[in-house]
């Protein structure tokens, strides 16, 4: 992370944009083309991992961007998951899902690594605190 100046310079951005780009070019083609729902869901899974870890990169803090990295990690274990289906169906064949599956780990890999990163940060904690009503202060405790 350090040196970074786009989302797209980061390791866990690359493997989930090379993730959605495979997990269109497959849903394209035979048989898994006409499952719809399917489709349909494996895509919006694919296509939310970039698309958070770009969102939170673009936050003001690392709590923050830590954040945006967990809604992205789930929704790479959602695509992890729709290629176990996608194996069960036979929309894919042994050794296609075998390479899917090492990237989607390999994704799922960069995001953790990142987010514990965030969590060394400066001022990972030093996110201000809510407001709470009816409190003297304002503030939590």
């Known amino acids: 992370m350090a040196g970074a100046?786009?989302?797209?310079?980061?390791?866990?951005?690359?493997?989930?944009?090379?993730?959605?780009?495979?997990?269109?070019?497959?849903t394209r083609t035979g048989d898994v083309a006409r499952?719809?729902?399917?489709?349909t869901d494996i895509r919006r899974a694919a296509r939310s991992a970039p698309h958070n870890t770009c969102e939170g990169f673009y936050r003001f803090s690392p709590a923050d961007f830590a954040q945006f990295l967990s809604f992205a990690r789930g929704s790479?274990?959602?695509?992890?998951?729709?290629?176990?289906?996608?194996?069960?169906e036979k929309f894919l064949?042994?050794?296609?899902f075998a390479e899917l599956l090492l990237l989607v780990n390999r994704a799922i890999?960069?995001?953790?690594?990142?987010?514990?990163?965030?969590?060394?940060?400066?001022?990972y904690f030093a996110?201000?605190?809510?407001?709470?009503?009816?409190?003297?202060?304002?503030?939590?405790p």
Do not use: I, M
């Open 5 to 26: 100046n786009r989302p797209e310079e980061l390791a866990a951005w690359q493997l989930a944009w090379e993730l959605k780009q495979r997990v269109y070019a497959f």
């Open 93 to 96: 064949n042994d050794a296609e």
């Open 76 to 88: 790479l274990g959602e695509v992890r998951d729709q290629l176990l289906h996608a194996l069960d």
């Open 127 to 140: 996110r201000p605190r809510r407001k709470k009503p009816g409190s003297p202060t304002g503030r939590e």
């Open 35 to 39: 499952d719809r729902d399917f489709c």
């Open 109 to 123: 890999g960069a995001n953790t690594k990142l987010q514990a990163y965030l969590r060394t940060a400066p001022g």
